[in-house]
């Protein structure tokens, strides 16, 4: 006979607990229950991860592509990404990969700066982007936490460049690479 601990331990191949929530692998599977034990996201995912726990968003890939829930299990929005990269306890912000460009979301899975750059990296006290002409342009941590949502009524041109756009602020530094 089999005690309860030693199913649970046969049964997953991982186990991470949170302040509100249970991440589990069960047959290479990956799927989320709160404390209750109530399922949050389905043991379907290849990978998930917490996005943002205060905010108790979570991440999930299904096949190649990454989508965002809530804390329900309610997907936020249809828009899937080729990868994403949270800057945990920095920004408070994920970086999102759709084709070859780059953006960002904030720590409420909303999109602040579209997918339009070739290449984004953290750079001290703040986050460099490079845009496909060569060019960079640096915002600091206090501007990239008020950057606003993107709304689908702002007009396409407002979103060409919209680090210079959208901020509107001193904080940026627009160089050409060498």
């Known amino acids: ?77 249809s828009e899937k990404y080729d990868s994403l990269h949270p800057y945990y306890g920095l920004f408070g912000i994920t970086k999102i990969k759709k084709g070859d460009k780059f953006g960002l979301i904030n720590k409420y899975g909303r999109k602040i700066i579209p997918p339009i750059f070739k290449k984004i990296e953290k750079f001290g006290s703040g986050l460099v982007f490079h845009n496909f002409d060569s060019t960079t342009e640096f915002l600091d941590r206090k501007s990239l936490i008020n950057l606003p949502e993107i709304s689908k009524e702002m007009h396409i041109d407002y979103l060409k460049d919209p680090v210079k756009n959208i901020l509107q602020s001193k904080a940026i530094k627009k160089s050409k690479s060498f």
């Open 1 to 77: 006979m089999q005690t309860k601990n030693m199913s649970i331990k046969n049964k997953y191949q991982y186990i991470g607990f949170s302040s509100n929530s249970v991440r589990f692998k069960e047959n290479d599977l990956w799927g989320i229950n709160d404390l209750e034990g109530n399922e949050v996201l389905p043991k379907y995912y290849n990978e998930i991860f917490t996005l943002s726990s205060g905010y108790k968003f979570f991440a999930a890939r299904e096949g190649y592509f990454w989508k965002i829930y809530n804390k329900n299990g309610v997907e936020i929005f």
